[in-house]
């Protein structure tokens, strides 16, 4: 509640002139109407919910990336679209970063998570790929695993179906019930990040 209530009165009293570094907000995912509702591609769908809940549009393109710039909570972010397939998204993150001169730290990634329940979300401050190809992609190009990263979870696909072809599925109707409240949850747990750090984010929304 506290955190709503935050938001609401930077909605109510006009935009004061941006303060502390800018953010990167990086959502995961696939290029092309073929995967935009996959479960491989929540990252580009919780990054879609941070732009229509403030108003942002992903309206900009440079370094093989889609990006909107502009501000959440008086804080100046870029929330990001890598257009390099997922495999690659290291070689659109990193250069954008270096051109707008935002530190490792200051990137939170978002990405589906086949070792979690469908709709739990985690978030972390740092930690290795996983397994999960455009986060090694990410931590190859920047040359670190430093930085934020915010775990959805997609479950492990039934029987012996392979991983690569489940992750890209579109979410069953079930899912999608539950992802529904995910996505939402997502996007707070980045607006938490924002408004309170890290810590506080964790603390929230890792339960």
């Known amino acids: 509640m506290a955190l709503f209530s935050r938001l609401r009165a930077w909605v109510r009293r006009p935009q004061r002139p941006e303060i502390g570094p800018m953010k990167m907000i990086v959502g995961l995912g696939n290029i092309g109407p073929r995967y935009a509702r996959n479960r491989h591609n929540i990252g580009f769908q919780i990054v879609d ?25 008086g804080q100046r972010v870029l929330l990001v679209k890598p257009q390099t397939f997922m495999n690659g998204c290291g070689e659109a993150v990193q250069p954008l970063a270096a051109f707008y001169k935002i530190d490792i730290s200051d990137i939170i990634v978002i990405f589906d998570d086949l070792d979690l329940p469908t709709g739990a979300i985690r978030i972390r401050p740092f930690g290795g790929s996983g397994g999960h190809n455009g986060m090694k992609s990410l931590i190859q190009r920047l040359g670190s695993d ?28 079930a899912e999608e019930e539950i992802m529904v409240q995910t996505r939402d949850q997502a996007r707070l747990a980045v607006e938490s990040w924002l408004v309170d750090g890290l810590d506080a984010a964790m603390n929230e929304y890792n339960g």
């Open 146 to 173: 430093q930085f934020p990263r915010l775990r959805v979870g997609i479950n492990r696909p039934p029987g012996r179906m392979d991983p690569a072809a489940y992750v890209l599925q579109d979410f069953t109707a």
């Open 49 to 73: 919910e941070l732009a229509n809940a403030h108003g942002l549009s992903f309206d900009k393109s440079k370094f093989k990336a889609r990006f909107g710039d502009g501000q959440i909570a």
